[in-house]
């Protein structure tokens, strides 16, 4: 509840963030909510194994801990500068908690109730998405340090219940490459501040060409020690499966434009609308809510996962189409916002059910934590990503045209997302995996050689 709330919350809020910084650059202030997605996706998927080693009470307790500092501090914070690094700490304590909720939900519960857990498991997350918007609206009315005050009873409860579960047996799982994800976290910011200042630097800046240049070295040098060392940030292996390597570009690039909807239509409410914030956050809801619905429809229908991510980024490509044409400043919030946020909504519900289900098909069963957990970083990186090309684009203006290009690229990256959907594939036995395991096929087994497992 805790890492999906603030994704919603902090989103309907920029506007007035901004306005309480008049200092900041509308580059700088995409940080408040990149911080949080690029250190949640460098961390969550070294997290399960340092659960699995130190203990997954004691990683989760720690991730309510550190992501209830981080609330304080971005509620506190004095500056924009002050902000962002808080808001990296919330990062940091959603990947701890997001992974080990689960794993200790599961241990509590015998097998045969697992399904009925994971569902409620999910359902907290489903119901954060949908009242965050009304939620933030009202906080945000009064001032917007308290959606981040907000977390703070919720966390000490959850410490305070936690107290009462059962400590999980340890494994002697080696410990995860952190300079890796530390390498993964600053070639993403790299990239990300790169694009932010593409608009006001130019394409003749060599400040630019400098940041795309080091954001190209720090992620070859991630690559390299996830080839390399024995218990990488990320198990590249993975990727060896080709309807895995297809899930994950298009569950990237459908979170690209995912993230130009969600900060867009909120900006787009506010700032063109001049809509006050609680009217702003009940106008959004109706997205969330229909995702919170097709979700559940898309566990229920009987069609293959490359269907139901083709048909929900198909939904994106007509909402990014119908806003290009029809969303000016004279258009009434019926039927062209609403329809829009609708088929976003839709396709939000659909399309992550497919890619998730579609990747890990492939997959033998003792690899489907890593490649959810890699699939759910590339969702972050590609929000991350949609947040600097809508800053971009709009440059902080507040007319409706200055929109256009974000909702063209919406439909861009809802046609890539379609594209891969449609040539995704399940594997029909389970051999497709088999020459990522097998000895010496590749630099990833250097360490079994000399006879540490890789776990």
Request: glycine content about 10%; proline content about 5%; some cysteine.
């Amino acid at each position: 509840m805790l890492a999906s709330l603030d994704l919603f919350v902090v989103n309907l809020a920029f506007s007035s963030i901004s306005a309480s910084f008049p200092s900041a650059s509308p580059q700088a202030l995409t940080w408040v909510l990149n911080a949080y997605g690029v250190v949640f996706a460098a961390l969550l998927v070294p997290s399960g194994r340092l659960a699995d080693r130190f203990g997954r009470k004691r990683l989760f307790r720690l991730g309510l801990l550190v992501f209830a500092l981080g609330s304080l501090g971005a509620a506190a914070a004095p500056e924009v500068a002050a902000l962002i690094v808080a808001r990296g700490f919330q990062g940091a304590g959603a990947a701890l908690i997001v992974p080990t909720s689960l794993a200790l939900l599961l241990a509590a519960y015998p097998k045969e109730r697992h399904k009925r857990m994971v569902s409620l498991w999910a359902a907290t997350g489903s119901v954060a998405a949908a009242a965050g918007p009304v939620l933030g609206g009202v906080l945000t009315q009064c001032d917007w340090r308290w959606i981040f005050v907000i977390n703070l009873p919720i966390a000490a409860l959850s410490l305070f219940l936690a107290s009462s579960l059962k400590e999980t047996a340890t494994s002697h799982t080696k410990v995860p490459d952190l300079v890796g994800s530390a390498l993964l976290v600053a070639g993403v910011g790299t990239l990300v501040t790169a694009l932010s200042y593409v608009t006001e630097w130019g394409l003749a800046d060599p400040w630019l060409w400098i940041l795309l240049a080091a954001s190209v070295l720090l992620l070859a040098w991630f690559l390299h020690r996830c080839l390399a060392h024995v218990a990488p940030a990320v198990d590249l292996r993975v990727f060896r499966v080709p309807s895995f390597a297809v899930a994950a570009l298009g569950m990237t690039c459908f979170y690209v434009g995912f993230s130009i909807m969600l900060l867009g239509c909120g900006l787009f409410l506010t700032d063109v609308w001049a809509w006050n914030p609680v009217l702003a956050g009940a106008g959004f809801a109706s997205g969330p809510a229909t995702a919170v619905v097709t979700a559940l429809i898309a566990g229920r229908v009987s069609l293959e996962p490359r269907w139901l991510a083709g048909l929900g980024s198909a939904f994106f490509i007509a909402a990014g189409i119908l806003w290009f044409f029809l969303l000016t400043e004279q258009t009434g919030y019926f039927p062209v916002y609403f329809a829009g946020t609708v088929l976003t909504g839709a396709g939000a519900g659909i399309a992550q059910t497919g890619f998730l289900a579609g990747g890990v098909s492939g997959l033998p069963a003792q690899e489907y934590a890593t490649g959810t957990g890699v699939l759910n970083a590339g969702r972050q990186i590609g929000g991350a990503i949609g947040v600097a090309i809508l800053i971009t684009a709009t440059g902080g203006a507040n007319d409706a045209s200055s929109y256009r290009i974000a909702w063209a690229v919406m439909a861009v990256t809802g046609l890539i997302a379609t594209l891969s959907a449609l040539i995704l594939r399940e594997p029909s036995a389970p051999s497709a995996y088999k020459a990522a395991e097998d000895p010496g096929t590749g630099p990833m087994n250097r360490s079994e050689a000399k006879g540490d497992a890789i776990p």
